[in-house]
């Protein structure tokens, strides 16, 4: 039986405002990761949302490129496509576009995805990584400090789309996940590996992803379809940043911050 998960889901008024609280919420987990252990591990996510959140923590008249102790921050990745470093289509590329090569975060600390390798191969020398950095044994899983994921219109979330292969591994760290929808292979970390991070975090944002939304936290349960239904963190604690219409068809939040403009919601899932 799955486990009791509290999901706690802010909702902003447009996608900037979204993306200022996932900056901040970002800056936080490393400034206080890093004062507890000298250490901040955090694995993001690609896709579109997190292009701004990006923008605003390099930001030099911002609040965080001068702040954020970068030089303890190590960089991971939930998930890449198998493409080269400088095609457009990377995760890590576009990262280290808007991010990486305007702050002050060590080469040495940041371990990207080997996109351009042989799927498999690629998803075996990211666990190889994890393992000699995070120095795991045997069956000990990472322990990131934050994991930021997307969601897709159809549920997936990572690399782990509808009805494929990548769902039911449960041994693996990471893995090369053929899409059949897309013809494509990705490599992503596997569920059971997100769910070991202290706080998890998914960003949703616009009216496309309003009935998935809906369905991943209210709809019956359905991993196979709803593959982010598979996040279920051990903490027992889920946080969703939502713009107003992704949060279009969530039950009634409360006013909160109203300064802020933000409303938040908790469900029991």
Not at 44 to 66: E, H, M, N, Q
Not at 168 to 182: C, F, S, T, W, Y
Request: with cysteine.
């Amino acid at each position: 039986m799955a486990r009791a998960v509290t999901v706690t889901y802010e909702i902003w008024p447009d996608a900037e405002a979204m993306a200022r609280a996932s900056a901040k919420l970002f800056a936080a987990k490393v400034e206080q990761a890093a004062a507890k252990r000298g250490v901040a591990r955090v694995a993001i996510s690609g896709g579109s949302t997190p292009k701004r959140t990006f923008s605003l923590l390099a930001d030099p008249a911002g609040p965080y490129a001068a702040t954020v102790p970068w030089d303890k921050l190590q960089l991971f990745w939930v998930d890449e496509r198998c493409v080269g470093p400088d095609d457009p289509e990377s995760n890590y590329g576009v990262a280290r576009e808007l991010l990486l090569s305007k702050v002050g975060i060590p080469a040495a600390n940041v371990f990207r995805m080997e996109g351009e390798l042989d799927p498999e191969e690629a998803a075996s020398r990211y666990e190889s990584t994890l393992r000699n950095v995070m120095k795991l044994e045997g069956a000990e899983s990472p322990a990131f400090d934050l994991v930021t994921l997307g969601m897709g219109p159809d549920g997936h979330t990572a690399s782990l789309f509808p009805q494929t292969e990548g769902l039911h591994e449960m041994g693996r760290l990471v893995i090369a996940n053929h899409v059949p929808q897309k013809d494509v292979w990705r490599i992503s970390l596997t569920w059971p590996v997100i769910n070991q991070a202290a706080e998890v975090v998914f960003e949703v944002e616009g009216a496309g992803k309003t009935d998935v939304l809906a369905e991943v936290l209210t709809g019956p349960r359905e991993p196979e379809r709803l593959p982010s239904q598979l996040i279920r963190p051990a903490s027992g604690k889920l946080l969703f940043l939502l713009d107003e219409a992704a949060a279009a068809k969530l039950p009634t939040a409360s006013e909160v911050s109203a300064g802020a403009g933000r409303r938040v919601g908790v469900l029991e899932i």
